[in-house]
């Protein structure tokens, strides 16, 4: 699989926006790009997920460079509940990856202050 | 809601002893993973099993198997608990190529 990198850990204040960054420069053309986040004591979950566009959700936004070797995680208002590991994923499509296993490197992790 | 749930929170065994974890979906998904999670580690892939009956081996499978014996269970044993079998250990579900839903983690501590 693809390697993905990002920083060890990050701070945010309540309210502002949050970029997480993402670099993956051996990104071949049928990776997805996944973002999972683990808050204290619980499972990891999904957060949001893209190809080559830029996409919008419910939990947050996801930018993708045009040249796909990065990405960048947007949370829009960070909130205290947002403090969690969050995980930048490539999972590709083959038939090796039929159960579609994802790789977790070690995250991001994200404090927001107060 | 999609729900998979782990047998237990927190669990304490001692070395030598044979471990089940469980792992329950009931979201009729194909795919079922189990990981384990260590500080410095980060999350590493144990087994997975894409339909009953089946199993492929993760990246870390030495020391584990899995049963598979209906779509909605799938479990992990340790055969011959040893200490460093200490961990969380995180079941995941999913159907496809979407995203995985994870159980809450079981922290398993072999003394």
């Known amino acids: 699989d693809a390697k993905t990198t990002q920083p060890n850990s990050m701070e945010s204040n309540e309210e502002e926006p949050v970029h997480l960054p993402c670099n993956h420069s051996t990104i071949s053309g049928t990776d997805y790009i996944h973002w999972y986040r683990q808050l204290p004591s619980q499972g990891p979950e999904y957060v949001i997920h893209g190809l080559t566009s830029n996409v919008n959700n419910r939990m947050a936004s996801l930018a993708i460079a045009e040249d796909r070797k990065s990405s960048t995680l947007i949370l829009h208002r960070a909130t205290l509940r947002d403090a969690a590991v969050y995980y930048c994923?490539?999972?590709?499509?083959?038939?090796?990856?039929?159960?579609?296993?994802?790789?977790f490197g070690e995250g991001t992790q994200l404090t927001v202050n107060p | 809601d999609v729900k998979v749930t782990q047998s237990s929170r927190y669990l304490v065994k001692r070395t030598g002893e044979k471990v089940f974890l469980e792992c329950v979906q009931d979201?009729?998904?194909?795919?079922m993973f189990w990981y384990r999670q260590d500080p410095g580690l980060g999350l590493r892939l144990i087994y997975f099993s894409y339909d009953v009956k089946m199993k492929e081996k993760g990246d870390i499978p030495e020391g584990y198997s899995v049963s598979r014996e209906k779509k909605e269970r799938f479990s992990l044993i340790l055969e011959s608990a040893s200490t460093n079998q200490t961990s969380m250990y995180l079941c995941?579900?999913?159907?496809?190529?979407?995203?995985?839903?994870f159980g809450p983690g079981t922290r398993l501590t072999v003394t």
């Open positions: 994923i490539l999972r590709g499509v083959s038939k090796e990856t039929s159960g579609s296993r994802l790789t």
């Open positions: 979201m009729d998904h194909e795919n």
């Open positions: 995941a579900s999913n159907t496809g190529a979407h995203e995985q839903y």
